[in-house]
């Protein structure tokens, strides 16, 4: 499997914006899909992950609740629907790929996501 995100922006405080993964290769329906990111002098920190077969989805309390993970089986593309969204928010995004949630093999490049003030 490979991915490709896509999606980032400038955006203003309470604006939204949706991330897209786009995966090519074959996925499983055991395959874990999740959206990680990182912000300036930050770790890298879990947002969000979908399991691919049944759809299962898990979120971080940071975002619980504004933001959205779903899939596209059809066009084998991962979303993440960012809405309300926050400066603290600001990060690169990555996409990242494995069997379960913290353990991804495989990463997409990132898409920077900017919210100003």
């Known amino acids: 499997v490979q991915l490709q995100a896509s999606g980032g922006g400038l955006v203003q405080t309470g604006g939204s914006l949706r991330l897209s993964c786009a995966a090519s290769?074959?996925?499983?329906?055991?395959?874990?899909i999740g959206w990680l990111r990182q912000g300036p002098g930050k770790e890298r920190e879990f947002v969000a992950n979908i399991r691919w077969g049944a759809g299962t989805t898990y979120y971080s309390d940071s975002v619980k609740g504004r933001f959205t993970i779903s899939k596209d089986n059809g066009k084998k593309t991962v979303y993440l629907q960012m809405d309300s969204l926050k400066p603290e928010d600001t990060a690169v995004y990555y996409c990242?790929?494995?069997?379960?949630?913290?353990?991804?093999?495989?990463w997409g490049q990132g898409t920077q996501v900017t919210v100003s003030s």
């Open positions: 290769g074959r996925i499983f329906s055991s395959t874990s």
């Open positions: 990242a790929a494995g069997s379960q949630i913290g353990d991804y093999r495989i």
